[in-house]
């Protein structure tokens, strides 16, 4: 399995910009499919996730209203949409994947099996 992010840049303050997750590597029925992200000096943070059949999604608290993630299965790919970004959302962002799906936050924000490289997010004031 593998997960690809790409998408990362510099963008300013009230800027918007989205991430990609090209996923391969087996069929991803039934997987849910994260977002996280970790800025410098900090643990990882749970962004949100998305059920692979793009039915469900589940956002952390802090970040609903400004984040979306959408899946389009023609191109294996998740997308995380970041609108009004703040300096506070720079961070490394990573993709991720795990087997089954339960609309849980503890189930969500567990341990992920698969894991992309990650790509940077820097949001200038």
């Known amino acids: 399995v593998q997960l690809q992010a790409s998408g990362g840049g510099l963008v300013q303050a009230g800027g918007s910009l989205r991430l990609s997750c090209t996923a391969s590597?087996?069929?991803?029925?039934?997987?849910?499919m994260g977002w996280f992200r970790q800025a410098p000096g900090k643990e990882r943070e749970f962004v949100g996730a998305i059920s692979w059949s793009g039915g469900t999604t589940y956002y952390a608290d802090s970040l609903k209203g400004r984040f979306t993630i959408s899946v389009d299965h023609a191109k294996n790919t998740v997308y995380l949409q970041m609108n009004s970004l703040e300096p506070e959302d720079t961070a490394v962002y990573y993709c991720a994947a795990k087997r089954g799906f339960i609309l849980s936050p503890r189930f969500l924000s567990a341990p992920y099996d698969y894991w992309g490289q990650g790509t940077l997010v820097t949001v200038s004031s």
């Open positions: 590597g087996r069929t991803f029925n039934n997987y849910a």
